[in-house]
């Protein structure tokens, strides 16, 4: 009989937990969009220190770019600007390059 109330206390504490807390949610998910302003100027390239592109999702419906920078800011870049876009190539062909497996030619 001591066991019942217990469990009803104990799910009553697990079901009002707030999922801010990190409890229920899954693992990666977005609930709001990061980049509440974005900037169309484009900063040096020497500069950025980190890049990540993050995909239309449940909680925020546009693709967001973010660059963090040397100096400890980070900056929401525009997707849709061509230098923006010219930037993420140039990534993504240095990534296939890394890739690429190196094949040695015997004879």
Sequence with gaps: MRFFPGCLLLMLLVCSLSPVYGVLEFPYARF?????RVTRRMPRLNSIKRIKTFPPGNGCPRLEILAWLKNKTTVCLDPKDPETL???????KAREAVRKPVTSQRK
């Design 32 to 36: 709001r969009c990061q980049c509440t």
């Design 86 to 92: 010219n930037l993420l190539e140039k990534i993504q």
